[in-house]
């Protein structure tokens, strides 16, 4: 009783905090606003990591998690029924969130993330922008909420092509983890069950086919709007990966950032995959990826 007593009161609390910050966020100048990507693809697959190499960027505002603070409030939420406004009001929203917040769903600035733990992350924004949290020219704003934003659009049958036939800013970026590395940490981070499909019962080939499923999705987009949709494989990034990202962002290539972004991007493989699970993924990608050569032979590069 008292627990669900202290449960509403924390939730009024989160709700009058939230409609001051909607008010207070239409002061928020987007004035140089080229573009608003928003993460696509499963968690646990370099998107904080990714979140953070835009945060690094002189000209890229990032916004994490946070969707329990925005789906709600229908002036915001462009996504289930766009309109200009709600667009803009949702950027000006999502950069005044940015700017403050909490670890964790409730989300905010991407410096309060478990990627910002790791030192050399933390020193290469400090030694560029001190302790400033807003961007002097925002010309990108990422939003990392990946599968939850999947799911709200399902709920309201609106694809990702739909809103960028109603806005050429919005693009989509899909950073690429070895798949067996992101199922297993899925699995063994309950963060597969975001996943539609997936429950306690799902096996291990479940999640990874559910992982490999999103990707299809994404390069089908991709082959239909190639310009709006980016993606990029943890085994090949480099110096072009970060020109080609600027590209897609319409954001200027800046060495510094490209250099200390190369320098904190250092992922590898850390988890055993049994022989049955190497199996299935590779015949589950040589079935259903056909039409995608190229896609193809960089995702079996992970098994090889």
């Known amino acids: 009783m008292i627990s669900r007593v202290l449960d509403k009161f924390k939730n009024r609390l989160q709700s009058y905090r939230d409609?001051?910050?909607?008010?207070?966020?239409?002061?928020?100048?987007?004035?140089?606003?080229?573009?608003?990507?928003?993460?696509?693809?499963?968690?646990?697959?370099?998107?904080?990591?990714t979140a953070a190499m835009a945060v690094l960027h002189p000209n890229c505002q990032v916004l994490n998690h946070a969707q329990s603070r925005i789906f709600p409030y229908n002036e915001v939420n462009f996504f289930k029924n766009y309109s200009h406004d709600r667009f803009n009001s949702f950027v000006k929203y999502a950069i005044w969130l940015s700017l403050s917040g909490f670890r964790g769903r409730l989300g905010g600035s991407i410096l309060l993330s478990h990627a910002f733990d790791k030192s050399v992350v933390k020193s290469k924004y400090e030694e560029r922008f001190d302790d400033n949290l807003l961007k002097d020219n925002i010309k990108c704003l990422l939003w990392k909420e990946g599968l939850h934003l999947k799911n709200h659009l399902l709920k309201y049958n609106v694809t990702e092509l739909d809103?960028?036939?109603?806005?050429?800013?919005?693009?989509?970026?899909?950073?690429?983890?070895?798949?067996?590395?992101?199922?297993?940490?899925?699995?063994?981070?309950?963060?597969?069950?975001?996943?539609?499909?997936i429950n306690q019962d799902s096996t291990f080939q479940d999640i990874l086919k559910s992982i490999l499923d999103e990707f299809l999705s994404f390069f089908q987009n991709q082959k239909e709007l190639n310009s709006n949709f980016f993606h990029f494989y943890q085994h090949t990034f480099n110096e072009d990966t970060l020109?080609?990202?600027?590209?897609?962002?319409?954001l200027p290539f800046d060495q510094k950032w490209s250099l200390d972004v190369l320098e904190i991007y250092n992922i590898k493989s850390s988890y055993n995959h049994s022989k049955q699970d190497i199996s299935f993924y590779k015949k589950y990608v040589k079935d259903n990826f056909k039409d995608f050569p190229t896609e193809m032979k960089n995702l079996l590069k992970y098994v090889e």
């Open 19 to 49: 409609k001051k910050d909607l008010a207070d966020s239409y002061s928020v100048n987007l004035d140089g606003l080229e573009s608003v990507c928003f993460l696509s693809g499963p968690y646990r697959n370099l998107t904080s990591l």
């Open 163 to 197: 809103l960028i036939q109603k806005n050429d800013k919005i693009r989509f970026i899909l950073p690429i983890r070895n798949p067996l590395d992101c199922a297993f940490s899925n699995q063994k981070t309950g963060m597969s069950n975001i996943f539609n499909n």
């Open 243 to 250: 020109k080609q990202f600027c590209v897609y962002m319409n």
